[in-house]
C-alpha cells in the first residue's frame, strides 16, 4: 500500500487548509451571523427540549452500496480473527490512501471548543458536501422509513449471525451493529425563537455523526460515545419546520465488545439567549471540607454569540437536593460575580466561591450518605435575567494513601468495585434509566461500592445514578490510542479528536461527585512502545488535569511494568492482572503470551508515593447453573475442556474456580489483594455479563465473565463477593444445585460461600463435617460428597454463634411456571420498565435447576413486551421474541408501560405441560 501521509501529519496539514477555506466561508457568511443579537427580553429564555421522539430511520441492508458521504477513509480488512485473547498486543495503525472526497474537513470544526491551542482549531471549508443528496432535502418524502423513538439502538432485534465466519463475528455480538443508517426529523421551530441561540445535543451515537439541517451540513462527531453539541442557530429558519438528517456509519470489526448502533442515547435541542452559559459551562470544585464548613468554588464559562460586547453578571444560590435529586429548603449559599466584559462572538470567564456551614456530605453507603446540592446560576445582562442554568454537585473531600487506599471524607473505603460495559443486555445499547439502576441495586445488594465505566464515557444519566445512590467512579475514555486492537476500532480518528474526546468527558462529568478517577486508556499498545508511548500517555494526563486538576488519573495497564516510562505518567497505578500475576498455571510455560509474576510489590516499592489498585481483577468465567465435573482442586483454573470447560456446548462451570488464561479465581484475587493491605481495592471483570466477547468461546453471543449474567440473574459468583464484601450480612450459600439423577454415588463437590467463617454440611440430614476457613481462604468445600439425591443443608456460624442457613434440595419434575417482579408499580412515561422473572418450578414451589421449558409470553393492558432473556450466552433467538426457553429454571421478560396509559398491564406465561402464570404491574 502506497504510503500517501501520515494520520499525525494530515492534523496540521489539514488545519491550514482548512483554515484558507474557511476565512473565504466566513466572509460569504458573515452578513448573516451579524444578525444575531442578543433578544434582550428579561426574560430567560433557555429551554432543554427533548426531541426523543418520532424519528423516521433508514438502514442500508449490508449488500446494497451506501451513498458516498463518507467521513473519512478506512483500511481494507482482510484480518477477521475476533477470538483473540483480550490481551493481545496491539499493532501498529496502516496508512491509508485517500482517493475520494472525505466529509471530515466539514466535521471536525465541531470539536474547536475542546481544542486548547485556537491556532490549531479547524475552520469549516466552503460548500455544502451532500446537499443534493435525497435525505437531506426538507422535501425528501420519509414517510416510509421506520417511525420509532430514541434512544434507538439499531442492531439489538437482530437476528444474530449464527455458524461458522458469520458477517459479525462472537466479538461484536453477532449482531447487525455495523452498516449505514439515517435518522430524519422535522423540528418546528417558532418565529418567536428568531434572535435565539439554538443548539442540538446528543449524548451519543454510534458512530460517525455527521449532521444536515434544511440540507446544509452542519458537523457531527465520530466517536460513538461522547457526548456532542452542535450550533444550529446559522442554519435554522424560524417560522415553521426545519428538516435535521442525521448520519451515521458504524464499521464492522470496529469494536472488541458489542458497540449497538444508532442514537443510543438521549437529544435535545436547547435554545438560549446568545449570551448564556456555554456548554458543561460551569465547574464546581469543593476544599477545606469539613463537618463544619467546606468551601464552593464556581467557575462559569460565558459564551456571548452576539455581535456586541457586553457586560455581565452573575447570581449563584445553592439549595440541598432531596433523596430524589430534588432541589428542597432555603438557599445555603450564594455567590455573586462582579460585572464583566465579554467581547463579541466570545467566551468569558467568571469566578467566585462561597463557604457552606455544616454541609452535608456526599459519601458511599452504608457508612456514609451520597448528599448533593444544585448550583442555581443566574446570568444578568444589565439588569436583565437572560440564563439560568443548574448543575448538581456534591460535597465531598477525597485523599488518596499509597499504603492504604481512598480516603471519601476522612474515611478509608476499599474499591469493592466491577467493571460495566454500556449495553444493558436485551435492550441493548440503547440507554434506559431503570435498566442502568437496576443494575446498580443488584451490585449494591452484593456490596459493590464502586464502578469502572470500562473503556469509554457513560450515558450521563449513568452518572446521575451513581451521583444518587453513592458508588465511586473511575470514568474512562479510551481503550486505544494510535495502536489498533481491531482494524477499524477508534485508533482511525484518535490523532484527530482524542484532544476533543478527552476534554469534552472531563467538562461534562466534573462536577459528578462520584466520580473520583479519569482513567485515559486501557491496556493501550502504547505500553509496548517505550518512552515515545510514555510521551502520549503524559500528553493525555496533562490534558486531564488541565480540565480538572482536583481528581487523580490513570490508565489501566496490563503488560507495563514499574521500570518502564509508561507508569510514571499517571497518578493512579491501575493494573490489569498484573496484581495476582497473569499465566502462572505451569501449562503456559514457554508461551507467547503475557506471563506474569504478581506485580503488586514491585510496583509498590518503584512508586512509594502513587495509590495502587486494580483495574481489572479475576475474568472468572461461568455459565449460571452450569456445573462441570471434576471440580478441579486448585483455587483456580484457566478454562480448558476437563478444567471447567465444555467446548461442545459453550459453557464454563458456575464453580467459579475458572478465569479467562490470563485471568484468576476470584479466592485468588482476594488472597493476594488482603496479603497486599497497600491495595486501594479492586474492580472485577465484570459485573453484569455483556454482549460480544464470549471468551473462551467466540461461537456464543454474550460473555461469560459477568458476575451477574446478561438477564440480570446472580451466578453463583454473585454470593462469593458479597459474603467477602458484606462481612456484616449473615449469609450462606451453596453451590451446586441437587439435581443429579445421572450422578448418584458419583463424587459431586458442594461449595459453600459465607460471610460467617466456619460451616457444617448436612447431607439428607448427616454431617459431612464442619470446616472453617484458613486464612486467605474464602470458601469452604467438601470436595468427596457422594451424590444422593435429597437435601443440602448448610449451617454457618461466625465467631462459634450460629449465623446464617441455606437449602438445596433435590426437585420433582418442572410442573408449573411462577412470575415475579422487581417492582409490581411503574410509571406510564413509555420509558419505565418492570423486569419479570420467570421460574419453572416443581409442585413443591421449587425451581427446577435443569430446566429449559418453551415459555411464550402475552401481554395485555398498556405496556408491551420490549425483550426476552434467560442469561444463556448461546441462545441466538433474538431479544424481542415473545417465547424464549427456560436456562437453568428461569428466564426473563422485560415490559415497557406505554405513554400517558395508566392501568394495569397482565403479563402471562405459558409452556406445554406447565401450570401457566401470569402477573400484574400497575403503571401509574
Ligand atoms: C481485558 C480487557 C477487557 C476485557 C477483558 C476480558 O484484558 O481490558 O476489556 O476484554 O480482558 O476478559
Request: hydrophobic letters at 35%; proline letters at 7%.
Amino acid at each position: 500500500m502506497r504510503i500517501l501521509y501520515c494520520r499525525f501529519q494530515i492534523k496540521f496539514y489539514d488545519r491550514i487548509t482548512f483554515a484558507f477555506l474557511g476565512y473565504l466561508f466566513l466572509f460569504a457568511y458573515l452578513p448573516a451571523l451579524a444578525q444575531t443579537v442578543s433578544t434582550g427580553t428579561g426574560t430567560i429564555i433557555r429551554q432543554r427540549i427533548s426531541i426523543n421522539e418520532n424519528w423516521r430511520f433508514f438502514k442500508y441492508d449490508s449488500i446494497t452500496p451506501a451513498d458516498n458521504l463518507f467521513y473519512d477513509v478506512r483500511p481494507e480488512v482482510d484480518d477477521f480473527q475476533d477470538d483473540r485473547p483480550a490481551d493481545t498486543k496491539p499493532t501498529e495503525a496502516e496508512n491509508i490512501e485517500a482517493t475520494q472526497i472525505v466529509l471530515k474537513p466539514w466535521i471536525l470544526p465541531a470539536g474547536n471548543d475542546f481544542i486548547k491551542d485556537p491556532a490549531m482549531h479547524y475552520i469549516r471549508p466552503e460548500g455544502n458536501p451532500g446537499n443534493d443528496f435525497p435525505f437531506v432535502q426538507n422535501d425528501f418524502n420519509d414517510s416510509s422509513w421506520e417511525l420509532l423513538n430514541l434512544p434507538h439502538d439499531w442492531a439489538i432485534k437482530g437476528p444474530f449471525y449464527e455458524g461458522p465466519n458469520p458477517e459479525v463475528g462472537g466479538g461484536m455480538g453477532r449482531l447487525p451493529s455495523h452498516g449505514v443508517a439515517w435518522y430524519r426529523k422535522s423540528l418546528n421551530i417558532p418565529e418567536s425563537d428568531e434572535g435565539k441561540s439554538i443548539f442540538l445535543d446528543v449524548d451519543g451515537a454510534m458512530s460517525y455523526a455527521m449532521v444536515w439541517l434544511n440540507g446544509k451540513l452542519i458537523g457531527g462527531w465520530p466517536y460513538g460515545y461522547t457526548s456532542w453539541r452542535l450550533d444550529l442557530t446559522p442554519y435554522i429558519i424560524p417560522g415553521g419546520e426545519n428538516q435535521l438528517a442525521i448520519r451515521l456509519d458504524n464499521p464492522n470489526n470496529s469494536s472488541r465488545w458489542y458497540p449497538g448502533g444508532g442514537i443510543y442515547r438521549n437529544v435535545w435541542l436547547v435554545k438560549t439567549d446568545p449570551i448564556h452559559v456555554g456548554q458543561w459551562g460551569t465547574y464546581i470544585t469543593t476544599s477545606d471540607v469539613s463537618k463544619t464548613s467546606a468551601k464552593i468554588n464556581l467557575e462559569i464559562i460565558i459564551d456571548n454569540d452576539s455581535q456586541n460586547d457586553v457586560v455581565v453578571s452573575t447570581i449563584t444560590k445553592i439549595f440541598e437536593l432531596d433523596s430524589e435529586g430534588k432541589q428542597s429548603g432555603d438557599v445555603v449559599a450564594e455567590i455573586k460575580t462582579s460585572e464583566t466584559k465579554i467581547t463579541a462572538v466570545n467566551k468569558g470567564k467568571v469566578e467566585g466561591s462561597a463557604i457552606i456551614e455544616n454541609p452535608k456530605l456526599w459519601g458511599p453507603p452504608p457508612t456514609q450518605t451520597p448528599k448533593q446540592y444544585v448550583a442555581v446560576t443566574t446570568l444578568f445582562y444589565g439588569e436583565k435575567q437572560i440564563d439560568q442554568y443548574e448543575t448538581k454537585f456534591g460535597i465531598r473531600s477525597l485523599r488518596f494513601d499509597p499504603n492504604s487506599g481512598v480516603y471519601v471524607n476522612g474515611e478509608l473505603i476499599k474499591i469493592k468495585g466491577v467493571n460495566q460495559h454500556h449495553d444493558l443486555g436485551a435492550l441493548g445499547a440503547a440507554f434506559n434509566t431503570r435498566a442502568a439502576e437496576r443494575q446498580l441495586e443488584i451490585l449494591r445488594e452484593m456490596g459493590c461500592n464502586a464502578i469502572r465505566i470500562s473503556h469509554n464515557p457513560p450515558a450521563p444519566e449513568l452518572l446521575e445514578l451513581t451521583d444518587k445512590m453513592g458508588f465511586l467512579v473511575m470514568d474512562e475514555a479510551f481503550d486505544v490510542w494510535q495502536r489498533r486492537k481491531t482494524p477499524n476500532d477508534f485508533h482511525l480518528i484518535f490523532p484527530e479528536w482524542y484532544e476533543q474526546d478527552l476534554r469534552s468527558m472531563i467538562r461534562r462529568d466534573r462536577n459528578n461527585p462520584s466520580v473520583i478517577i479519569w482513567s485515559f486508556g486501557n491496556e493501550v499498545g502504547e505500553q509496548y512502545t517505550d518512552e515515545a508511548g510514555a510521551a502520549l500517555a503524559k500528553l493525555l494526563n496533562d490534558i486531564c488535569k488541565e480540565e480538572d486538576p482536583t481528581r487523580p488519573t490513570t490508565s489501566a495497564m496490563n503488560w507495563a511494568k514499574p521500570d518502564m516510562p509508561f507508569p510514571t505518567a499517571m497518578n493512579v497505578i491501575s493494573l490489569n492482572y498484573q496484581g495476582e500475576g497473569i499465566r502462572q498455571d505451569p501449562m503456559f510455560e514457554g508461551t507467547d503470551r503475557i506471563r506474569t509474576v504478581p506485580q503488586y510489590d514491585p510496583y509498590h516499592k518503584k512508586f512509594p508515593d502513587k495509590v495502587i489498585l486494580t483495574s481489572e481483577s479475576a475474568s472468572a468465567a461461568s455459565s449460571r447453573g452450569i456445573y462441570l465435573f471434576p471440580v478441579t482442586p486448585d483455587i483456580t483454573s484457566p478454562i480448558r475442556d476437563g478444567r471447567g470447560g465444555d467446548s461442545k456446548f459453550k459453557h464454563v462451570s458456575a464453580y467459579e474456580l475458572y478465569a479467562v488464561d490470563f485471568g484468576s479465581s476470584v479466592d485468588k484475587v482476594f488472597g493476594s489483594i488482603d496479603q497486599h493491605p497497600f491495595v486501594a481495592g479492586e474492580f472485577v471483570w465484570n459485573g453484569f455479563d455483556y454482549i460480544g466477547e464470549p471468551t473462551p468461546y467466540y461461537e456464543a453471543r454474550s460473555s461469560y465473565t459477568g458476575i451477574i449474567d446478561l438477564a440480570g440473574f446472580k451466578k453463583d459468583r454473585f454470593y462469593i463477593y458479597q459474603a467477602h464484601w458484606r462481612p456484616e450480612l449473615p449469609m450462606v450459600h451453596i453451590l451446586p444445585h441437587w439435581n443429579w439423577p445421572e450422578r448418584v454415588g458419583e463424587i459431586t463437590p458442594v461449595h459453600v460461600f459465607t460471610s460467617g467463617d466456619e460451616a457444617e454440611l448436612f447431607l439428607n440430614g448427616n454431617s459431612l463435617g464442619r470446616k472453617k476457613k484458613g486464612q486467605y481462604e474464602y470458601r469452604l468445600r467438601w470436595d468427596d460428597v457422594k451424590y444422593k439425591p435429597g437435601e443440602l443443608k448448610v449451617i454457618a456460624y461466625k465467631n462459634g454463634e450460629e449465623w446464617a442457613e441455606d437449602v438445596v434440595k433435590t426437585t420433582d419434575n418442572p410442573a408449573k411456571l411462577e412470575l415475579s417482579v422487581d417492582r409490581n408499580q411503574i410509571n406510564d412515561d413509555g420509558k419505565d420498565l418492570s423486569f419479570i422473572t420467570v421460574k419453572v418450578i416443581d409442585k413443591n414451589g421449587l425451581t427446577v435447576p435443569t430446566a429449559t421449558n418453551n415459555i411464550k409470553f402475552k401481554i395485555e393492558g398498556p405496556g408491551e413486551i420490549v425483550a426476552t432473556d434467560n442469561g444463556d450466552p448461546t441462545d441466538f433467538v433474538p431479544f424481542p421474541s415473545h417465547e424464549r426457553k427456560a436456562f437453568s429454571g428461569l428466564a426473563l421478560v422485560i415490559i415497557r408501560s406505554k405513554e400517558g396509559e395508566p392501568g394495569s398491564i397482565i403479563l402471562i406465561a405459558k409452556s406445554p405441560e406447565l401450570e401457566e402464570a401470569q402477573v400484574v404491574v400497575k403503571v401509574k
